[in-house]
């Protein structure tokens, strides 16, 4: 508004340089905001800005005022001192509920442990699942996290438009690279919500590489580690040419420094209660009590962490925060911590103090990262396959044979503070770790690169980004299979097509179930939209032909159209998942890929085999009834025999021998098809159609066997 | 689609499916698929390499860089949505065109598309184009890749452990890079006189695909570790 008042030629240079798109870093734990200007030295650097008290970073915390839902809700850190006292009404890391249903595994895991009661549970005991999850406030409001993730956004809006001095509209919003569907279209609605213009979802460790390459001009492969407050990504990029193309993406998008805070709190809990002697209370029972763990657990996972980086001289660690003593003393004897000894309606959470004496609750970094260890070791595997999927091979082994070699791991996020992490890291890619640029702003720096890139009209780097589908995008076919159209990890955008039959004689209609996930039964992936191809002529199974067409654009959203072949009848859509997740089924699509692939495998191709062995009984059985008259009655007989050795194998759990009777089928019936083809000619019918039925047992015993 | 097409934005004549009009630089459309017409276009030609089963994988990389940042979407960022649309479509096509050459079995397969021999798996609309017989693998490679799979199920169930699947995932790629090299010389001599004909590089082509799936089951198993 200011600037409408401005002289008219100071309103032209400003308008030349007035339009600045932000660059956002929506964080589970904290959010920041950053934008690129030119400046006097030219070298258009990213830079953040200062929006919570003097800091960068904006804790990704919303309070609302109980009674008062005209009030503002306070956002950061007058937020974040809220948090103990009013543990209901003061919402933390929205982030990993976003996307998220009532009945999510997330607000499972919540509800049933520490968060019960101090977290608003969700609305009530509602039986509407597909609906998003919400947290009920004290004074019964309700709030969704895509309301709490605007008013985050609002606030970064407001604020950045105070340090800038000029308003602001536009920005690029990061995710993790492993969010699905569902929890993009929730960020994108609450960046809506908030006032802005999304440009652009970016990946989070895409955005910190592109910090990073900028910063040191370098040219190379890289992976992104990237563990943050609620989730784990881990990116494998080419930066060359100007370009940084995405090789592979991987990870967890419900593991993250969280995690180590509730492992800890549950530890700190369980010994509180032994050491109380009194019967233990129940967990989560006393929500102000679990909250105080929880938060308790934070401070001390922060203090020793910092305690190390500082005796190591890390550069990114605020050295004003400890003395070298006390640092000293706190890796030699652990902090303590209290829970319980406190009044009623009095603040009931003290800090760690340091103590050398060693009551109940003492804490070491030996026992912190005996805990924390196996969650952050689940991060491994999630690496391992990145790597093996970008066909690049780390120092240490790990990857792909013969590949590319890996030039440098980045570190992204507050969690890779932690000593434990960053030990793992330096072991299992055999590098030790960029730690250049500080951690919690690089990803919000490159948001700022890209927003820049996407809006000027001269950007200050002249580079582009090549993003990919971080998981398998396909369509459900009989027998609850998935087949996958676009595989993950392919460069975006990108399109698809496949043909696919009809099942049954005169089908009419067929329904196109789009789903995302790894997994060969489509009950094990995310399901995405469901629409009905209708009006598909009337003919003999499979003959029809469906032509169904997936398209990713730049922005990573799906649409999927569906083409009858004979008489052109179409529908399309763009995919637009509903926010609710029916049950856990990202976690399971996340953790449970690698550990049953060979269960999915098995029960893949036995359910193949059936579903090939019931279409070629009934084509056979059709052709016997049709053409039966041209077998000698021993033929007959024969093939009779192969039928029903068939239907036997078919009842069976094994797909081999379904695969054998139906390869004696195809022998013992090839002389009958023969026939068969030639009264066809003689009969100047569509010849082909046996010939082709012929053909498919081929192929689809070949299919049965394992090739596509 | 060797026509010829003019430039929306200048007139000048260019290759139907170049993605770029030479004269002026504008990004051009995708021609539409005509209904009866193969959906093959030229992937070597859009990234303007020879023809060739024999791709410097370097060269590959540069091109698909250098044309990315011609056609890239973000790069039309202020551009009409005419445009944007357009480079959406194209790059969309470079993609693809990248995701088949980079690899040398589906970079065989097309080769052989652009000789109008298609396999099986992606097929074009039976109606619309003349029938193509499915590829029939020979009884002895099927029973050998029967046994294969059974070596290969074997040593995952009965205990074998990661070394008795590594060893049979390394016979496997050693297989995979005989016919690899293989198809690699029969492509390069099919025009020769006395060249092998198109079908017998087809089924050679066909078995890596038998041979990746073999491989790609025998690494997801060893992705568990």
């Not at chain 1, 087949?483 to 099942?503: M, V």
């Not at chain 1, 019931?614 to 041209?630: F, W």
């Not at chain 1, 094994?654 to 009777?661: E, G, K, V």
């Not at chain 2, 193969?38 to 859009?46: G, H, P, Q, V, Y």
Request: charged share 25%; glycine share 8%.
């Amino acid at each position: 508004m200011l600037f409408e008042i401005a002289e008219p030629g100071a309103s032209r240079t400003k308008e030349a340089c007035a339009v600045v798109a932000l660059g956002i870093d929506l964080g589970t734990t904290n959010s920041l905001v950053a934008v690129v200007q030119a400046d006097e030295a030219g070298s258009g650097a990213p830079r953040c800005l200062s929006i919570d008290e003097g800091s960068a970073l904006l804790p990704s915390v919303v309070h609302y005022a109980s009674g008062s839902s005209d009030t503002q809700p306070l956002v950061g850190r007058a937020a974040r001192r809220l948090l103990a006292s009013s543990p209901r009404d003061t919402l933390a890391s929205v982030k990993r509920f976003m996307g998220k249903s009532g009945s999510d595994a997330e607000t499972r895991r919540l509800t049933s442990y520490e968060f019960a009661k101090p977290l608003p549970a969700q609305s009530g005991a509602s039986s509407d699942d597909s609906g998003s999850v919400r947290f009920l406030l004290s004074d019964g409001r309700e709030v969704t996290p895509v309301e709490a993730s605007a008013e985050i956004l609002r606030t970064l809006k407001s604020r950045a438009e105070e340090a800038l001095g000029q308003s602001v509209k536009q920005a690029v919003i990061t995710v993790p690279a492993y969010f699905d569907d569902a929890q993009r279209q929730a960020t994108k609605d609450a960046g809506r919500l908030a006032g802005l213009d999304v440009l652009r979802l970016l990946n989070e460790p895409t955005a910190a590489a592109l910090a990073y390459g900028l910063d040191k001009k370098s040219q190379g492969t890289f992976a992104v580690y990237d563990l943050g407050g609620g989730t784990f990504d881990v990116s494998i990029l080419e930066l060359k040419d100007g370009v940084f193309e995405v090789k592979s993406v991987g990870g967890d998008s419900a593991l993250g420094g969280d995690d180590f805070d509730r492992a800890l709190a549950t530890h700190l809990l369980a010994q509180a209660d032994a050491a109380r002697s009194s019967a233990p209370s129940k967990a989560g029972s006393d929500p102000k009590r679990t909250r105080a763990a929880i938060v308790a657990a934070r401070e001390i996972k922060e203090k020793l962490s910092n305690a190390q980086l500082l005796l190591s001289d890390d550069p990114t660690v605020n050295a004003e925060s400890l003395t070298r003593e006390e640092a000293e003393r706190v890796l030699d004897v652990g902090l303590v911590v209290s829970l319980d000894d406190t009044q009623p309606g009095e603040q009931q959470f003290r800090p760690p103090i340091l103590r050398s004496a060693a009551p109940a609750l003492r804490v070491t970094m030996a026992n912190f990262e005996s805990l924390v260890r196996p969650l952050v070791e689940r991060t491994g595997a999630a690496c391992k396959r990145a790597l093996e999927d970008a066909g690049v091979r780390a120092p240490s082994g790990l990857g792909k044979d013969g590949g590319r070699k890996l030039d440098g791991v980045i570190l992204v996020g507050g969690s890779t503070r932690l000593p434990l992490v960053r030990r793992y890291v330096a072991e299992i890619f055999g590098l030790e770790a960029l730690r250049d640029l500080n951690p919690d702003e690089v990803v919000a720096l490159g948001a700022a690169v890209q927003a820049d890139l996407l809006t000027a009209e001269t950007p200050q780097h002249d580079v582009l980004l090549l993003d990919v589908t971080p998981l398998s995008l396909g369509l459900e076919t009989m027998g609850g299979l998935a087949e996958k159209l676009i595989q993950r990890n392919t460069t975006i955008p990108a399109s698809a097509g496949q043909e696919f039959t009809t099942f049954a004689d005169g089908q009419n209609g067929m329904d196109i179930h789009v789903v995302q996930g790894e997994r060969e039964l489509v009950q094990d992936c995310r399901s995405l939209a469901r629409f009905t191809l209708s009006g598909i002529p009337p003919l003999p199974a499979g003959m029809a032909r469906v032509r169904v067409e997936f398209r990713v654009d730049a922005d990573g959203i799906l649409s999927v159209s569906a083409r009858e072949m004979f008489t052109g009848v179409s529908q399309s859509i763009v995919v637009k998942p509903a926010h609710g997740l029916t049950d856990d089924e990202v976690e399971r699509m996340l953790l449970s890929s690698i550990e049953n692939a060979q269960q999915d495998l098995d029960a893949r191709m036995l359910i193949d085999a059936r579903v090939e062995a019931q279409r070629i009984q009934r084509a056979t059985e059709k052709q016997l009834e049709e053409n039966g008259d041209l077998l000698e009655a021993s033929e007959r007989k024969q093939i009779d025999e192969a039928v029903a050795r068939l239907t036997a194998a078919g009842a069976g759990q094994a797909h081999r021998p379904i695969l054998d009777a139906i390869e004696k089928l195809d022998r013992q019936s090839k002389e009958f098809a023969e026939r068969i083809m030639n009264r066809g000619i003689e009969r100047a019918l569509k010849g082909h159609s046996v010939d082709e039925f012929h053909g498919q047992i081929g192929a689809h015993a070949k299919k049965a066997l394992g090739v596509e | 689609m060797n026509g010829q097409a003019a430039c929306w934005s200048c007139g000048a004549a260019h290759r139907v499916d170049a993605p770029l009009c030479e004269a002026c630089g504008k990004v051009q459309p995708v021609p539409p698929h005509r209904p009866g017409e193969a959906r093959t276009s030229d992937k070597f030609a859009m990234l303007a390499l020879p023809r060739s089963f024999d791709l410097d994988d370097e060269a590959l990389s540069t091109a698909f860089r250098a044309l990315s940042r011609k056609l890239h979407p973000d790069r039309f960022a202020r551009a009409t949505p005419q445009e944007r649309r357009f480079a959406l479509e194209q790059t969309t096509r470079l993609n693809d065109a990248h995701r088949t050459l980079r690899t040398p079995a589906k970079r065989a397969e097309h080769l052989l598309e652009l000789r109008g021999i298609h396999l099986a798996g992606e097929r074009e609309s039976a109606h619309q184009l003349p029938v193509q017989q499915p590829l029939q693998m020979s009884m002895e490679f099927l029973e050998e890749m029967m046994e294969e799979r059974e070596a290969l199920l074997e040593a995952k169930h009965g205990g074998g452990g990661a070394e008795a699947i590594a060893k049979l995932a390394a016979a496997m790629e050693l297989k995979q890079a005989t016919t690899l090299a293989r198809v690699g010389e029969m492509l390069r001599g099919l025009d020769a006189p006395g060249a092998a004909s198109i079908e017998s590089v087809a089924e050679q082509i066909a078995r890596l695909r038998y041979y990746e799936r073999y491989l790609d089951e025998a690494h997801g198993r060893g992705a568990e570790g």
